[in-house]
């Protein structure tokens, strides 16, 4: 199965850009990359997904590298409730999502 | 709308012990899937179905199973409890199954096995 891979932490700054990566490199040409996020053993929340073009939605952005092997999320104005365990993930053709261990973002005042 | 709903929120239970879980999806959703989440890592898929009929099933032993009801809620049942199935257990549904469909999680069902 493929596999994706974050960086198990990073901190931002209230009101800051912050740029989150992933590495997907084994992901099928069909395979959607999907972003969700997760605050204190919450249901993970959705926050965008695409295939291969940019995608921006009310919450985030989406940035995906043209030959596909990783992607970006992009919250453009990061706010303390952003605070939370962020999921890169990828959807098979049922959509059966695999998720890693995720990026714990702290956003600081 | 009301969201994915799951009940109970928390259940212990002990070794051997027989557990069922329910989740009632988003109004108009068809496709419920189930994961496992193990404190301090991501969601580990266990089941998807579809109309009803299952469509994919993760590494997980026979003692994990589940069903879906015509009013498309579902069930995940787990027999002869160990402590390593101690989780957060989450159900997220979607419109239908398919790479392009998000899906929506529950808050999840907090098991404790003792």
């Known amino acids: 199965d493929a596999k994706t891979t974050q960086p198990p932490s990073m901190d931002c700054a209230e009101g800051r850009a912050a740029n989150l990566p992933c590495n997907h490199s084994?992901?099928?040409?069909?395979?959607?990359v999907y972003w969700y996020r997760q605050i204190h053993s919450q249901g993970p929340q959705y926050i965008i997904h695409?295939?291969?073009n940019n995608e921006t939605n009310e919450m985030a952005s989406l940035i995906i590298t043209e030959d596909r092997k990783s992607s970006t999320l992009i919250l453009p104005h990061a706010t303390l409730r952003d605070t939370a365990v962020y999921y890169c993930?990828?959807?098979?053709?049922?959509?059966?999502?695999?998720f890693g261990a995720g990026t714990q973002v702290v956003v600081t005042p | 709308d009301a969201g994915v709903t799951q009940s109970p929120t928390h259940l212990i239970k002990t070794r051997g012990q027989h557990v069922t879980l329910r989740c009632s999806p988003i109004?108009?959703?068809?496709?419920v899937s189930w994961y496992q989440q193990v404190l301090g890592q991501g969601p580990q898929f266990i089941f998807q179905?579809?109309?009803?009929?299952?469509?994919g099933r993760g590494n997980f032993p026979d003692r994990f199973s589940a069903r879906q009801f015509p009013n498309y809620s579902s069930e995940l049942n787990v027999n002869a409890l160990l402590l390593g199935d101690s989780a957060l257990y989450l159900c997220?549904?979607?419109?239908?199954?398919?790479?392009?469909?998000?899906?929506?999680f529950g808050p999840g069902t907090r098991l404790t096995v003792t």
């Open positions: 997220a549904s979607s419109l239908a199954a398919g790479r392009d469909y998000e899906q929506y």
């Open positions: 179905y579809y109309e009803k009929e299952e469509r």
């Open positions: 695409g295939l291969k």
């Open positions: 084994t992901i099928s040409g069909n395979e959607y």
């Open positions: 109004s108009g959703h068809k496709s």
């Open positions: 993930s990828y959807s098979d053709s049922w959509g059966k999502f695999q």
